[in-house]
Nanobody, 121 residues
Framework: QVHLVESGGGLGQAGGSLRLSCAANGRILGGLNSMGWYRQAPGKQRELVAT???????VYADSVKGRFTISVDNAKATVSLQMNSLKPEDTAVYYC??????????????WGQGTQVTVSS
């Protein structure tokens, strides 16, 4: 069983920066496919923020491109999200995600408990 431990987040100001980190504990059966971050704002569905294989394949939501940077360390099974130029609309609960297994279609998905990010204007 894989357990994801998140840290960081909290209260930030518009135009400021925050950093999220996540570490995976436990045996990752099938190998680490990718790690990423999702977020869910009140009354909205959970959405992708960024995901990366740590081997050169990275995807960002259009809303965070150029502002957020994801970094995955495959050897340590950690992922961080550097959030710059924060906007009030970035306010949400952010969830760490890990996909385990060689194929995305059959990969097992693990989630962190979520960490609150609040951006004041």
């Amino acid at each position: 069983q894989v357990h994801l431990v998140e840290s960081g987040g909290g209260l930030g100001q518009a135009g400021g920066s925050l950093r999220l980190s996540c570490a995976a504990n436990g045996r990752i059966l099938g190998g680490l496919n990718s790690m990423g971050w999702y977020r869910q704002a009140p009354g909205k569905q959970r959405e992708l923020v960024a995901t990366s294989t740590g081997r050169g394949s990275t995807v960002y939501a259009d809303s965070v491109k150029g502002r957020f940077t994801i970094s995955v360390d495959n050897a340590k099974a950690t992922v961080s999200l550097q959030m710059n130029s924060l906007k009030p609309e970035d306010t949400a609960v952010y969830y760490c995600n890990l996909l385990a297994g060689p194929n995305v279609g059959s990969a097992r998905s693990y989630w962190g408990q979520g960490t609150q990010v609040t951006v004041s204007s």
